[in-house]
């Protein structure tokens, strides 16, 4: 491949992210901090910012908090100070944020990705911080105002800042899946890109290769995708880069993702940004983070992928690429793990979900939990076939749909009911084995004087005989007991 | 009309059945009526506190009594009452009224009292004559050349004048016990985190304290032992137990601190420099002890408190913007606009001048210089005050520097108008509790008052250390 200019260059990305947390209530209030209600309905004087009103912390978001932290490998904060940020817009009520910025509960963590050629990338986690959300201000719906919805005005939001540690946009979409995965496993966010309960801004910069310094950085925000960032990013390298071969200088400024052409566009210089004039918020006091809390935080966290994988491998004996696909999303690896503690047989049981079940929940565009079998059915199935019997290939074919449609039956009621149980019964299958052999004495012959490809016609046979019940493997020795003899 | 200092006097009429909570009612409301240039209340809630009035008077038929019956109270305009305007004394909140109570509010309503109206004060509780209202000024009953005090300007003079029994004010740099010294009045900045804050406009979030107005200490006691305690509303509202403050313990000998450096009586009245002596001989001759303590960053405590509080203040006084509620520009033309405009018409001098300072001492670039610096001196300030505290039981300053002083005095020179602070800012930097006493009348006609400042928590203390100053 011809090099080209752009391989000259090192791209460095930070992200980020803001999680929007799925409490009840908002960050500093009771009010319901539930999505898609009617606009402006899910406030209170607090919300509003009305005279008089006093934030009070949601311990929720402090332990969703921690439980981010843990799961990213950070240090967790031990005395949290909240703070103000100060600026005017439509959709902050009371003209000033509560978040943290010198004290964020968590600092000094990691994740790691997993690129493509299957080598690890560590990503260090600067720090994650508590905020509260702004309202939404909607400027296309009215043809001369700006419409506020206040519904999100203080929802609880958990900041999560990389260190400028990605090269590749790759990486970046990597990372960003797995800061999906891991707020969808802790089942503190619910990581919807498009609705924006997952949000990300990218710092880009570009250097010269072997460059210790890093260039001028640029944030870019709007990207309401994973696949987006990274076209962000890509353009972004593109384009700084082109700049820099002009002699042209970049500026430290904040541009916006247009997802139409895949560009970025200016929306104001670092210069003109405001000075937040942060202070520590009076109205609330201090949060000391007991160590015995957050061992009881730890003690009460759900198994995350990396653990599942290393489970799922080690344990189970699965390969590696099994293992990621069954915990790719939380709930397909939730079921497979409470199958494993019903059936032994974990190649099988692997085989049923990333097969069968999985492909249920495509064809159906339904979630895990809208699967109608418990795993505990799932299991009995894997037993039938364990056991002989049924056949694997009935079992897929014929009594998996059926369980489907019945889900209350038991797999060996049905199996009977529809008469799928395989025929082991040696002196039975004997008699249909004698009969294929004797309707074809040609075909013995030739099987006898060398060619064995004729076995399966038998087996064919002896399948149409028995409607497909007869035990492939006991058939099978019959075949050859008697045509040997 | 029977004058009443305390609420016992009242509860005993009642009881005896010679006064009925309507009688008392219509007298206070008749005594407004008579005075209508001391601009004491924004709003009287007239025929709402007779129908109170009446259902006390029904109450008491059935043998009902509360902590609070037959105390008829007047409220600063910055504390929330449901369905009721509440202003601040500013043009931006002008007719807002709130969809909730005051934590404050619900508590003395729980235990009877009847809220005749809401009290003029300056705008968002800066300043210290009750110039700066935009409903007007406030006139001190017992001579209206004088300034009542301010910022809780109404609430002092509504008592003074006999308008109600007792009234609520709040305390950021001493708005409760500069107008009860200039109007002959008991005063009580509470512990900070004692009470709530729940439903008070905040102005300097670590600073502001709610507090009563009355003529009695004994009063002052039970209205604070009401509001007092725990609120799920506002987290810095303490936990500790509150404890009774009343009856007040009056049999013990105590220990008072007095500062050197305020002893040379640079700056102070002649006058109230001389009778603070004599309050001191006075308390020395009766058993108590008198040590003498050298506070040297007490000339900090000013600038201190104007850094840190208007910095709260410009970040409290955000949300007052045009956009959701309150005064809108009818001149604003979009989003830049409506928050210049509204707020350039909506907010005084006074305010705007303190949004300033405030937003200046915040920022990037000043914030270690002022606003970081403020910190560590306010940190300063406590430890040396606890430190006093732990040899003694109260600090003993005078209130004011001398006596309310005429309109127009100050008004032209914000900083001497700062200064007016002085003695009753440390209270409130260091989160202590202080009451203001009447000790004495100065030749002009005008009362004195003196300042006791305690331990964080001991208002049970605060109360029996001024009733020893009375004896």
Known sequence: ?485 | MKQYTQLAEIQADLRAGSLRCEDLVRQYLAAIAARPEINAFLEVFEAEVIAQAQAQDAAIARGEWQLLTGLVLGIKDNIAYKGHVFSASSKILDGFESLFSATVVERLLAEGAMIIGRLNCDEFAMGSSNENSAFGRVLNPINTDYVPGGSSGGSAAAVAAGFCHASLGTDTGGSIRQPAAYCGLVGLKPSYGRISRHGIIAFGSSFDQVGPFAKSIEDVALLTQVMAGPDAYDTTCSTLEVGQYVPIATDKKYKFAVIKELLSGEGLDPELQAAFQQKVAQLKAAGHEIVEVSFPYLPYAIPTYYILATAEASSNLSRYSGVHYGYRSGNATDLESTYKKSRTEGFGEEVKRRIMMGTFVLSEGYYDAYYGRGQKVRRLLRDKSLEILQQTDAILTPTTTGTAFKFGEKSDDPIQMYLEDIFTVLANLTGLPAISVPFATHSNGMPLGIQLMGRPFAEAEIFALAKALQA
């Open chain 1, 1 to 485: 491949m011809e090099s080209t200019i752009y391989d000259q260059y090192e791209l460095v990305v930070g992200l980020e992210v803001h999680a929007q947390l799925n409490t009840q209530s908002k960050a500093f209030s009771s009010d319901s901090a539930a999505y898609g209600a009617a606009p402006n309905t899910q406030v209170s004087p607090i919300s509003l910012g009305h005279p008089g009103t006093l934030p009070k912390l949601n311990e929720r978001a402090l332990e969703f908090g921690v439980k981010l932290g843990l799961a990213m490998n950070c240090e967790i904060r031990r005395w949290n100070e909240f703070a103000r940020k100060n600026y005017f817009y439509a959709d902050l009520p009371k003209g000033y944020q509560i978040t943290q910025h010198t004290t964020p509960i968590c600092y000094n963590g990691w994740v790691d990705v997993r690129n493509d050629d299957g080598s690890k990338r560590r990503i260090g986690i600067t720090r994650i911080h508590m905020e509260e959300d702004a309202g939404k201000s909607m400027h296309d719906q009215d043809a001369f105002d700006s419409l506020i919805d206040l519904n999100r005005c203080g929802v609880p939001l958990l900041e999560i800042v990389s260190e400028p540690d990605m090269r590749t946009p790759r990486e970046a979409y990597l990372y960003l899946t797995e800061v999906r995965q891991l707020v969808r496993y802790l089942d503190i966010c619910d990581g919807n890109m498009e609705e924006g309960s997952l949000r990300c801004d990218a710092n880009i910069s570009v250097r010269k290769k072997g460059a210790t310094e890093f260039g001028v950085k640029v944030e870019v925000k709007n990207m309401n995708s994973i696949r987006n960032v990274q076209r962000a990013i890509e353009h972004e390298f593109k384009r700084q880069i082109d700049m820099l071969q002009k002699g042209e200088t970049i500026y430290s400024e904040t541009r916006s993702f247009d997802a139409v052409n895949g560009t970025t566009f200016a929306l104001r210089s670092k210069e003109q940004a405001n000075d937040y004039r942060y202070f520590p918020e009076p109205d609330l006091q201090p949060v000391v983070v007991e160590l015995a809390y957050i061992e009881e935080v730890r003690n009460h966290m759900p198994l995350l992928p990396s653990q599942l994988i290393e489970r799922f491998t080690n344990s189970y004996g699965l390969n590696e690429y099994d293992a990621l696909v069954l915990t790719d999303n939380r709930e397909v690896a939730l079921y497979f793990n409470e199958l494993t503690s019903l059936t032994t047989n974990y190649k099988q049981a692997a085989n049923w979900v990333m097969g069968p079940v999985k492909s249920w929940i495509n064809a159906e565009a339904q979630s895990m939990d809208a699967f109608p079998l418990s795993s505990k059915q799932i299991a009995a199935l894997i037993a039938l076939i364990d056991e002989g019997v049924v056949s694997n290939s009935v079992a897929t074919q014929k009594l998996f749909p059926a369980m489907l449609e019945n889900p209350a039956a038991s797999p060996m009621d049905l199996a009977k009911q529809m008469n799928l149980v395989q025929e082991r019964n040696v002196d039975e299958l004997r008699m249909h084995v004698e009969a294929v052999l004797a309707a074809w004495p040609d075909k013995v012959a030739e099987y006898k004087s060398g060619k064995k490809g004729v076995l399966g016609l038998f087996m064919g046979d002896v399948m149409k005989r028995t409607q497909g019940k007869a035990d492939p493997k006991m058939t099978s020795q019959l075949l050859n007991e008697i045509l040997s003899s």
